[in-house]
């Protein structure tokens, strides 16, 4: 193998591997995908073939191996280990940064398939409208729609919880101010 091309592959395996999670959400699955991906793109340079758009080649790959994997999974089923609940302990954790990311992972999950690809290959990976569009086969308007259907999709799912937590907060602070001025003497109803 050419050594600048072994880079240059080496250079998106980041990229690659964050997306294949993205659509896979599990971490051995998407190396499976990407190493998938990696392998074809390597057997086409092999044989000869050009490609002009590295990156674009590379992702449409990883976006139809897991297509087809979709599809293989439809027609045989999936395979459920019978541990899988007892691995899955929830608690919730403490840092507001790391929920935050989870409730938007949440909510792209709830997203359908075409405009959470779209979300993430722009959003994520930050790929022009045009590549998403050549990554995914389709037309560049319809990436737009897409793209715009999810984000305001992401957004009306994420805003009701910052409401929440904004009112929340602000319940918090009204009652520390009333504690406040119960502490210095002055008349108030806490609570």
């Excluded at 294949?20 to 092999?46: F, G, M, P, W």
């Excluded at 405009?115 to 389709?138: H, T």
């Excluded at 793209?147 to 409401?163: D, K, P």
């Amino acid at each position: 193998m050419d050594h600048t091309v072994g880079e240059v592959l080496h250079a998106y395996i980041k990229s690659l591997r964050r997306y294949a999670i993205s659509l896979t959400r599990d971490s051995n699955e998407a190396d499976d995908l990407v190493q998938e991906c990696l392998k074809r793109a390597l057997t086409y340079i092999h044989d000869g073939g050009k490609i002009l758009n590295m990156r674009a080649y590379l992702f449409t790959i990883l976006h139809n191996v897991h297509r087809d994997e979709m599809g293989r999974r439809q027609r045989n089923g999936t395979h459920v280990p019978i541990d899988t609940d007892s691995i899955r302990l929830a608690y919730a954790p403490p840092q507001d940064t790391h929920m935050e990311c989870r409730d938007l992972s949440e909510a792209l999950d709830k997203l359908p398939t075409d405009q959470r690809q779209v979300v993430l290959l722009v959003g994520l990976e930050g790929l022009s409208y045009q590549m998403a569009a050549e990554v995914l086969g389709i037309p560049i308007g319809t990436v737009m729609s897409r793209l715009s259907r999810g984000r305001n999709a992401l957004r009306n799912m994420t805003a009701i919880e910052v409401v929440t937590q904004n009112e929340s907060k602000k319940n918090h602070q009204q009652e520390a101010e009333g504690w406040k001025r119960l502490v210095k003497g002055e008349k108030t109803h806490v609570g």
